[in-house]
């Protein structure tokens, strides 16, 4: 009996400063078999972000001309910034059975679910909108502005997530990485992912 599980596309939604990188790279950590999408945008890098890691920092018009050529397997405006995600290295690694984990924000995670009914669906939330606000601050890598204009967009998320499988609430991050990869491991296990086993038992 073949013992190769083909790898799952996971999408991570929440509301930004929610925790869904640090969340997704402590699932993440020392497994070969799981893998990030690094999405392209046309927001500016953060201190301390690097291009190529935490994003491919690209400007407006070469964006749109991935959009284009249909480079992007689902893009989205956010606050005032385009975000995308590039297919090809997602379909590569899908089909070298890795599991991918993308970072998306709800309108492209709705495209994602039309393109790929299979992908599993989870929303990442803080315990409040409060400690949303601490962590934003904390952070320190937003304006007032910026940390209110993605506050009123959390609450839009919140009423728009009905379509997600699961919620995680990312209060303590090891425990919240624990149960995406809980989630993952119980997706792997699905009686459809694995009925051929019974046809070559
Ligand atoms: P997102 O990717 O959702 O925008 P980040 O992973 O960048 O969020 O986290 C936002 C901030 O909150 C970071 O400073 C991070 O270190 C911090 N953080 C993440 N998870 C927790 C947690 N469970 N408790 C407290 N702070 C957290
Ligand atoms: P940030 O600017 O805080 O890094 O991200 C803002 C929002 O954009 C987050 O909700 C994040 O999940 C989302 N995002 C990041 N990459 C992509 C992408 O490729 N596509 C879409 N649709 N959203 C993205």
Do not use: W
């Amino acid at each position: 009996m073949g013992n190769t599980e083909k790898g799952k596309l996971i999408v991570v939604s929440g509301p930004s400063g929610a925790g869904k990188s640090t969340v997704v790279f402590k699932a993440i950590n020392g497994r070969e078999d799981m893998c990030f999408s690094t999405s392209v945008t046309s927001r500016k890098p953060r201190p301390g972000e690097i291009d190529g890691r935490e994003y491919f920092f690209i400007d407006r018009e070469r964006f749109e001309k991935m959009v284009e050529s249909d480079e992007l397997l689902e893009h989205a405006v956010y606050v005032g910034n385009y975000y995308g995600t590039p297919r090809k290295f997602v379909e590569d690694k899908l089909d070298a059975g890795n599991s991918v984990f993308l970072d998306i924000e709800v309108q492209g995670a709705r495209q994602v679910k039309e393109k790929k009914p299979d992908a599993v669906m989870v929303f990442l939330i803080p315990p409040t909108l409060d400690e949303l606000r601490k962590r934003l601050e904390k952070r320190g890598t937003e304006s007032e502005e910026t940390i209110c204009n993605r506050l009123s967009r959390a609450r839009e998320e919140y009423a728009e997530a009905d379509f997600y499988d699961y919620i995680v609430v990312n209060d303590d991050p090891d425990i919240a990485a624990a149960e995406l990869n809980a989630i993952l491991l119980a997706e792997k296990c699905r009686f459809s992912a694995r009925k051929h086993m019974l046809a070559e038992a």
